[in-house]
């Protein structure tokens, strides 16, 4: 059996304005921001109005196309390109996606400002920020395709975070597969980590899978451990901010203690991510820069406060998961299936990254 799963979009661009869905409202309310200039793109990615590894990506890329028309449109020299690249550099630091489209489209800008006309100079911005938001589309569905020979017919799978439609273009990654997996006809279950304290997992995950009807169960995050041990889940699967040469690899708060259970109790456990989140000039995880968000988010939830005022709360957003505790990491160019310096090497060699 084939089923038909529904797309969702979590952007839009129109008249050279971005349209987001406002994620900090989900699930209690659908709402499209514009984000009409540089700054309004760099307070989205940093408020975590749009969040996600690859998304973050390709609304960087839209930004900067938007901040160079700005600064054409406001008579200002281009000069000022690089304050529109350092604004929205200095977001977020540890998914390296951002790093890698913003970096992408100054080479571009670099290469065209001397060559185009100001109107000619903004619609190639665009046409390769729109470029790079469709490779991350086509790539999730690979993705999608090598990772779900990997999901058994029947399983119950454990995933964190939010790594679907509205963490990237529109399919996902980890929880691509598990789309893929499904709309394959497999029989899944899906076990949604909350996510504290921003809960991607209940806020996000669990609305995209009530979009698509997906059987889901939402789970806390400390109850992973006791549902393993029961042998009630058959595979995890998580995405990726950020994988080392070594191939270790950054994600949500929280994925290192599930990797360390699937190790404990055998199980497999799978990293899905485009081949943009690779990062082979950083040698391994504890060169990454992790994101260290402000207090309030554990200390509130939504408008009400749940620990005293004089409490600190530590807030470390993502952590890092060694190698050896990955049991594959899935790409739209294949899975790598040794986790190792010299073999993400040779996989990424050899077709042409
Ligand atoms: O803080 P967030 O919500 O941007 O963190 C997102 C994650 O950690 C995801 O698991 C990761 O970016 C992969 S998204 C396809």
């Known amino acids: 059996m084939v089923r038909k799963i529904k797309d969702i979009r979590p952007i839009e661009l129109k008249d050279y304005k971005l349209y987001v869905i406002n994620q900090l409202k989900l699930p209690l309310e659908e709402q499209w921001l514009e984000l009409s200039t540089y700054g309004d793109v760099a307070k989205a990615i940093k408020d975590m109005i749009i969040r996600g590894a690859p998304l973050i990506g390709i609304v960087g890329a839209y930004g900067f196309a938007i901040g160079i028309k700005q600064l054409i449109d406001e008579g200002k020299p281009l000069d000022e390109a690089e304050k529109v690249l350092e604004t929205l550099k200095n977001t977020r630091p540890t998914a390296v996606n951002l790093f890698w489209a913003l970096d992408r489209m100054w080479k571009k800008f670099e290469k065209w400002k001397n060559e185009k006309s100001p109107d000619e100079l903004i619609k190639a911005l665009f046409k390769e920020a729109n470029r790079i938001d469709l490779e991350d589309y086509h790539a999730n569905k690979s ?60 806020r996000l995950t669990a609305w995209e899978l009530v979009q698509e009807g997906i059987p889901h169960y939402l789970i806390t995050d400390n109850s992973a451990g006791f549902l393993i041990s029961k042998g009630l889940i058959d595979v995890i699967i998580v995405g990726a901010d950020r994988i080392t040469a070594n191939g270790d690899v950054a994600n949500k708060i929280g994925t290192f203690t599930l990797s360390v259970l699937a190790k404990e109790f055998n199980i497999p456990f799978y990293v899905a991510a485009p081949t943009t989140t690779f990062d082979l000039n950083t040698e391994s995880g504890k060169d990454i820069p992790i994101e260290v ?49 010299e073999s993400i090497m040779k996989f990424l060699k050899y077709r042409g990254i």
């Open 143 to 202: 993705i999608g395709g090598y990772g779900q020979v990997l999901i058994p017919e029947k399983a119950n799978v454990l995933t964190h975070c939010n790594t679907g439609a509205l963490a990237t273009s529109g399919w996902g990654t980890a929880l691509g597969v598990i789309r893929s997996a499904y709309e394959d006809g497999k029989d899944i279950t899906v076990y949604v980590d909350e996510t504290r304290p921003y809960l991607q997992g209940a």
């Open 293 to 341: 968000r402000n207090e309030k988010e554990i200390k509130e939830c939504g408008s009400c406060k749940i620990a005293p005022e004089e409490t600190k709360a530590l807030n470390y957003s993502f952590d890092i998961t060694p190698a050896e505790n990955i049991s594959g990491i899935i790409t739209e160019k294949g899975i790598i299936n040794e986790i190792n310096k």
